[in-house]
């Protein structure tokens, strides 16, 4: 991440450990195009990695038949951290796992799922090396480490605090025709952008899982990158509107909060997948769980009653702050909507479009075709 430029400000530089292949006289090329890919979404996107986040990549890593198609990222087990006149750079490992196994990650934790690659060595071991020719998963090697990830889930709940995905939402409770405050992504309509302030609350609400016996919180909205780098991730109890001075926080940006009836919250197949963790390994553990657009500033997370420095309130469980949705969902509603989600759980018979209603609630949730959100006016 760093080059003629000077430095990139992200603060981390990545690393990987591939299994040399028999006969192999020279290393294969494609790491590096994987690596520049990851750097290039990075700078894209202004977001940034942390040890623990998955990558789903939905492609084998070096365009063969391989089943290792997706990335999880830790701290590299040999080049620890150094301090440069810039601040601190941290290196972080790439590890190709299979689509099971990332799936376990994301229902689970990175880290838990990276330990159990560690103890399996043709999986990866202690140095974490991945085998693009690996044709089973640690699941499939050793049947007892589901049992583990079963407990772990069951036990911790997930630490995926949000994920970048196709998602929008539409405010139903206005007429489409007053345009006086943002809608989301309202076709024909340019919505109003985030605040630089927003944006980061965002994007830490991605950054970083939180602490499973912490109080849970939503990052600040005046949450500052210094010099480019996030030196806080560790949630605290002034992770919370409440505990910051009035004085930090623009007034001005407040009043654009409103107080929404009726939603519409719409998701790809791959998003919608995620529902079920998001409210079985979210919210039941008294967390939040973020969707942000990978088209646009639109972002909607739902929260549970134990979050605080959210905008939504049980007596008003919808709230937009312009193109930001939060959705506070009591313990209740949320155990009903996996009952009515459960066919989530099962994408092989899914067919699209696909609707959710829970009228006394007033909302509503789409599973909707990629090309909805590709071609958002067509």
Request: aromatic fraction near 8%.
């Given at each position: ?31 590096a ?47 620890q ?19 099971e ?59 995926l ?53 912490s ?19 560790a949630?605290?109890?002034?992770d ?24 519409h ?39 549970s ?17 312009g ?45 909707l ?10």
């Amino acid at each position: 991440f760093t080059g003629t430029d000077g430095p990139s400000g992200f603060g981390f530089e990545l690393t990987f450990r591939l299994k040399r292949e028999t006969g192999e006289s020279a290393p294969p090329t494609w790491p590096a195009e994987l690596m520049q890919g990851l750097a290039r979404y990075v700078f894209q996107s202004e977001n940034t990695f942390c040890s623990g986040d998955h990558v789903s990549w939905h492609s084998p890593l070096d365009n063969s038949e391989s089943r290792i198609q997706h990335m999880l990222l830790t701290e590299d087990p040999q080049m620890q951290p150094v301090q440069t006149p810039f601040g601190v750079v941290t290196f972080l490992q790439i590890v190709g796992v299979c689509t099971e196994e990332l799936h376990a990650a994301q229902q689970w934790n990175g880290q838990g799922i990276l330990e159990l690659l560690r103890t399996v060595p043709v999986a990866g071991g202690p140095w974490l090396i991945t085998d693009m020719r690996r044709g089973e998963t640690i699941f499939e090697i050793d049947p007892h480490l589901q049992e583990r990830v079963d407990k772990g889930i069951e036990t911790d709940g997930s630490n995926l605090s949000g994920v970048s995905a196709k998602c929008a939402w539409d405010d139903l409770s206005r007429p489409p025709e007053d345009d006086e405050d943002s809608r989301s992504i309202c076709i024909g309509t340019q919505p109003r952008r985030l605040s630089g302030k927003d944006t980061e609350q965002i994007r830490e609400t991605l950054r970083r899982g939180l602490e499973i016996n912490s109080k849970p919180v939503l990052p600040p909205i005046n949450a500052q990158r210094q010099n480019g780098l996030n030196h806080d991730r560790a949630p605290s109890r002034k992770d919370s509107l409440e505990s910051e001075s009035s004085a930090a926080i623009i007034p001005h940006e407040l009043i654009r909060t409103r107080q929404l009836e009726s939603v519409h919250l719409k998701f790809n197949q791959e998003s919608g997948a995620l529902i079920p963790l998001c409210l079985r390994g979210r919210l039941l553990h008294g967390r939040h769980f973020t969707y942000k657009s990978i088209t646009g500033d639109t972002a909607i997370t739902f929260v549970s009653t134990g979050v605080e420095g959210a905008f939504a309130t049980e007596e008003h469980p919808y709230a937009a702050h312009g193109p930001w949705l939060q959705i506070l969902l009591t313990e209740e509603f949320v155990e009903r909507m996996l009952e009515d989600l459960e066919d989530l759980n099962s994408p092989e018979e899914f067919k699209l479009p696909k609707e959710y209603s829970w009228p006394e609630k007033k909302l509503k949730v789409s599973i909707l075709p990629d090309a909805v959100f590709d071609n958002p006016l067509h």
